[in-house]
């Protein structure tokens, strides 16, 4: 009987330690500010040396993104000995979903909101979105016509139409324009470990 009343007491004492003692939450959820919204990037953090600094006192922003130069790179330090042309990309995936390659093109868009992605053309003519692994490199917002080479991954995958839409903003459309997007689209992209500019 003492072995029965000593379990409960230490037990109920257990449970009034839980009870009324406060812990820490084993995955706390931070909490995101009112109106702030995580889209692609645009709210994270510029990069250190690769992006906008703070606003000065008259309002205007400076960058410290290098400018466009042939040989210049963002992001992780890549050659383009090796690099596949554009068209040879749906041979490098052949029937799979994704594949690391080395890839080179003409830059035909940059985000004109941080340089936080860029599109390439493909074979059939439609643009693949190139996104910056992490957003710990963006490039600059005038790439738009020259000539780079991108590392990393290659993806087959299906983008939201919200998602379209906020590129297209970022691109500078219109809003008739944004608004004509009304599905979702099966496209080609990519997720960059770095950039490196050849004229």
Request: glycine share 8%; aromatic share 8%; net charge negative.
């Amino acid at each position: 009987m003492k072995f029965f009343l000593s379990f409960v007491a230490v037990l109920v004492a257990i449970l009034v330690f839980i009870r009324f003692v406060p812990s820490a939450p084993i995955n706390p959820v931070l909490p995101v500010e009112q109106g702030q919204e995580e889209v692609n990037g645009h709210n994270a953090e510029v990069p250190k040396g690769s992006g906008e600094e703070e606003e000065g006192e008259e309002g205007h922003s400076s960058t410290s993104i290098a400018p466009v130069a042939p040989g210049q790179t963002y992001g992780a330090a890549i050659s383009p000995e090796g690099a596949l042309p554009m068209t040879a990309l749906n041979t490098a995936l052949g029937a799979s979903d994704s594949a690391q390659v080395k890839l080179v093109g003409k830059a035909s868009a940059v985000c004109q909101a941080k340089g936080c992605w860029m599109t390439l053309p493909t074979a059939d003519g439609k643009q693949m979105r190139v996104r910056f692994k992490d957003y710990a490199f963006f490039v600059p917002k005038d790439l738009s016509g020259h000539e780079v080479v991108v590392s990393g991954w290659a993806h087959r995958s299906t983008v939201p139409k919200s998602e379209l839409q906020h590129y297209a903003k970022d691109a500078g459309k219109s809003d008739k324009e944004v608004a004509a997007i009304t599905q979702d689209e099966q496209q080609l992209t990519f997720m960059a470990d770095g950039v490196r500019v050849l004229n």
